[in-house]
T-cell receptor
Framework: GAGVSQTPSNKVTEKGKYVELRCDPI?????LYWYRQSLGQGPEFLIY????????DSGLPNDRFFAVRPEGSVSTLKIQRTERGDSAVYLC???????????FGPGTRLTVT | AQSVAQPEDQVNVAEGNPLTVKCTYS??????LFWYVQYPNRGLQFLLK??????LVKGSYGFEAEFNKSQTSFHLKKPSALVSDSALYFC??????????????FGQGTTLQVKP
């Protein structure tokens, strides 16, 4: 079946602009996670959704970052007033309520110039 | 606090030889442990997990991992390496218990280079 998909695959934006990154989880997966991976590092947790609600947003670095999942499926990560330090690969993952392993999308590479 | 350490930035092995990629962890409660592999310009692929039960876990592509509670380790192994195994490997942990949200804590990654 279809895996996790993320769009766009690449995004280049200017410092100070607003960006939205989209994630389509595996159909039927109720848990959705966002991670950020900087060059040479392991992924770092940002936020977790169970259904429509953000159950754990402890990884969001500051209030410029926000994510939604209004219908319990697709999620959008929103970054306001982007900074060069936001440049990274943003990964989305989903898991079924019964399983514990997370399945990752290919990521969105964000470059802030 | 939960943490994962992968002490080797890179592991080099000849094709056909056994390989080991090391991982140690720190977590409160019983750990849930995972290995993922990342190929260039690709997303993370799940390899295997340990939740409970047999300490030796078998996963995809002939990989296995051994959970050692006393040493807090979860090393990834394969009896005979292939050139196509060359990739970046990540160990990850989540804490057990009903309050845990399932977020994964990843190690820094280990690059595996298998030479013909």
């Amino acid at each position: 079946g279809a895996g996790v998909s993320q769009t766009p695959s690449n995004k280049v934006t200017e410092k100070g602009k607003y960006v939205e990154l989209r994630c389509d989880p595996i159909s039927g997966h109720t848990a959705l996670y966002w991670y950020r991976q900087s060059l040479g590092q392991g992924p770092e947790f940002l936020i977790y959704f169970q259904g429509t609600g953000a159950a754990d947003d402890s990884g969001l670095p500051n209030d410029r970052f926000f994510a939604v999942r209004p219908e319990g499926s697709v999620s959008t990560l929103k970054i306001q007033r982007t900074e060069r330090g936001d440049s990274a690969v943003y990964l989305c993952a989903s898991s079924s309520i019964q399983g514990s392993e997370q399945y990752f999308g290919p990521g969105t590479r964000l470059t802030v110039t | 606090a939960q943490s994962v350490a992968q002490p080797e930035d890179q592991v080099n092995v000849a094709e056909g030889n056994p390989l080991t990629v090391k991982c140690t962890y720190s977590v409160s409660g019983n750990p849930y442990l995972f290995w993922y592999v990342q190929y260039p310009n690709r997303g993370l692929q799940f390899l295997l997990k340990y939740i409970t039960g047999d300490n030796l876990v078998k996963g995809s592509y002939g990989f296995e991992a051994e959970f050692n509670k006393s040493q807090t380790s979860f090393h990834l192994k394969k009896p005979s390496a292939l050139v196509s195994d060359s990739a970046l490997y990540f160990c990850a942990v989540r804490g057990g218990g009903s309050s845990n949200t399932g977020k994964l804590i990843f190690g820094q990654g280990t690059t595996l280079q298998v030479k013909p």
